[in-house]
C-alpha cells in the first residue's frame, strides 16, 4: 500500500508536464537569441569598424613609438659622429702642432753646422769671444788686436770655434801674425829673488845657453803647456819645489828643455796665456817637456788649453 501511494506521488500530472515543457521552450528560445544575437555581431560593419580603428590606432601608436625610438637612436649616433669629429679634429690640430714645433726645432738645431779645422788666426781689432757662434750670446771676454787664436772649427754662419769651446766672429779675424816688437828689456824687480835668479842666470849659463839665446832672440814659435802642483805620495800632498829649488810661483815659473832653455833664462812670451806682461823665468824641468815647449806653471791647470806662442829671450 505505501510502495503504490510513493509511485502514484512521484508519477508527473498534467501540471507538471505544463510547466517542464514551458521551461524548455524559455531554454531554447533563449539559446536561439543569443546564437542570433553572436552571428549579427560576426557580420556587423560597425563592428568591423571599431575593430579596424582599434587596430589602425594600436598601429599608430606602435609606428609612432618606433620612429621615436628610431629618432632617438639616430639623434646618438649624430651626436656621437659630431662628437668624434671634434676628438678628431682636436687630435689632428695638436698633431699639427706637435709637427710642426718639431719641424720647427729641427730647423732651429740644423741651421747652424760646424765642421772641424785646425788653424791659428789672429784679432783683425778688438773682439768679443762668445759662448756661441752669433752676437746673441753672452760675451766670455775680449781680444786685443793681434791676438792668437787657435781654432779648432768653424761654423756654416761664419763664426771659429776656439780651442776651449768659445766662438769669435770669423770676418774680424785674419791668418798674418802681427809684426813682432822687440820685446824691451825687462826690469828687474828690487827684491832677493830677482838677485837671486840673475846670479843663477850668471853662474849656470854656458855655451849652449849662448846659443839658445841667440836662436830665440828672433822669436821662436813654441807649444805652450800648462802645469800644476806635483802630488808626491798617495795621501796627496803637492810639491811646489822646483828642479832649481825655488818655490813654484804662478806668474813667474815656467819649465822647459835645458838644453835649449836653460834654468834662470828669462823668456818672453807674446800675448801673454795668463793676461800678464809675458815675462817668465825657467825655474823647472821635466820628462816631458823637451824641444820647443814651454811649460807655465799655474795653480789651476784645467782652467787653461795648450796653444802655441812665439817667444823670445831676454
Same mark, same amino acid.
Given at each position: 500500500m505505501q510502495f503504490r501511494e510513493l509511485l502514484n506521488a512521484l508519477r508527473p500530472n498534467k501540471q507538471m508536464v505544463i510547466k517542464a515543457s514551458s521551461l524548455m521552450a524559455v531554454v531554447i528560445l533563449c539559446g536561439l537569441a543569443g546564437f542570433?544575437?553572436?552571428? #549579427?555581431?560576426?557580420?556587423? !560593419?560597425?563592428?568591423?569598424?571599431?575593430?579596424?580603428?582599434?587596430?589602425t590606432s594600436q598601429t599608430t601608436e606602435v609606428t609612432t613609438a618606433q620612429s621615436s625610438a628610431e629618432s632617438t637612436v639616430q639623434s646618438s649616433e649624430e651626436q656621437s659622429s659630431i662628437e668624434s669629429s671634434a676628438i678628431t679634429s682636436s687630435a689632428?690640430? *695638436? $698633431?699639427? &702642432?706637435?709637427?710642426?714645433? $718639431?719641424?720647427? #726645432?729641427?730647423?732651429?738645431? #740644423? $741651421?747652424i753646422s760646424e765642421e772641424e779645422k785646425y788653424l791659428t788666426v789672429y784679432a783683425s781689432s778688438s773682439l768679443n769671444v762668445r759662448?756661441?757662434?752669433?752676437t746673441e750670446y753672452d760675451v766670455v771676454k775680449s781680444l786685443n788686436p793681434g791676438d792668437?787664436?787657435?781654432? +779648432?772649427?768653424?761654423?756654416?754662419?761664419?763664426?771659429y770655434k776656439t780651442y776651449n769651446g768659445n766662438y769669435v766672429s770669423a770676418e774680424? $779675424?785674419?791668418? &798674418?801674425? !802681427?809684426?813682432? #816688437?822687440?820685446a824691451p828689456t825687462p826690469t828687474p824687480k828690487p827684491t832677493s829673488a830677482s838677485t837671486a835668479r840673475s846670479t843663477s842666470a850668471t853662474t849656470v849659463a854656458t855655451s849652449s845657453a849662448t846659443s839658445a839665446t841667440a836662436t830665440g832672440s828672433n822669436g821662436t814659435s813654441c807649444r805652450i803647456t800648462f802645469y800644476g802642483p806635483q802630488d808626491v805620495d798617495s795621501d796627496g800632498v803637492s810639491s811646489l819645489t822646483t828642479a832649481t829649488g825655488s818655490t813654484c810661483t804662478q806668474g813667474r815659473t815656467v819649465a822647459a828643455d835645458w838644453s835649449i832653455f836653460p834654468a834662470g833664462t828669462t823668456i818672453y +812670451?807674446?800675448?801673454? !796665456?795668463? *793676461?800678464?806682461?809675458?815675462?817668465?823665468?825657467?825655474?823647472?824641468?821635466?820628462?816631458?817637456?823637451?824641444?820647443?815647449?814651454?811649460?807655465?806653471? &799655474?795653480?789651476? !791647470?784645467?782652467?787653461?788649453?795648450?796653444?802655441?806662442?812665439?817667444?823670445?829671450?831676454?
Open positions: 542570433a544575437v553572436r552571428q #549579427t555581431l560576426k557580420i556587423s !560593419p560597425f563592428s568591423n569598424s571599431v575593430v579596424a580603428y582599434a587596430g689632428a690640430a *695638436g $698633431t699639427s &702642432v706637435s709637427q710642426s714645433v $718639431t719641424e720647427s #726645432t729641427a730647423v732651429t738645431e #740644423t $741651421t759662448s756661441g757662434p752669433g792668437e787664436i787657435d781654432v +779648432i772649427a768653424v761654423t756654416s754662419n761664419g763664426w774680424h $779675424t785674419t791668418d &798674418v801674425a !802681427p809684426t813682432d #816688437t822687440p +812670451i807674446a800675448n801673454d !796665456p795668463l *793676461g800678464g806682461d809675458g815675462y817668465y823665468t825657467v825655474e823647472d824641468k821635466g820628462s816631458g817637456v823637451k824641444g820647443y815647449t814651454i811649460d807655465i806653471y &799655474v795653480d789651476d !791647470p784645467s782652467s787653461y788649453r795648450s796653444c802655441t806662442r812665439s817667444v823670445t829671450t831676454g
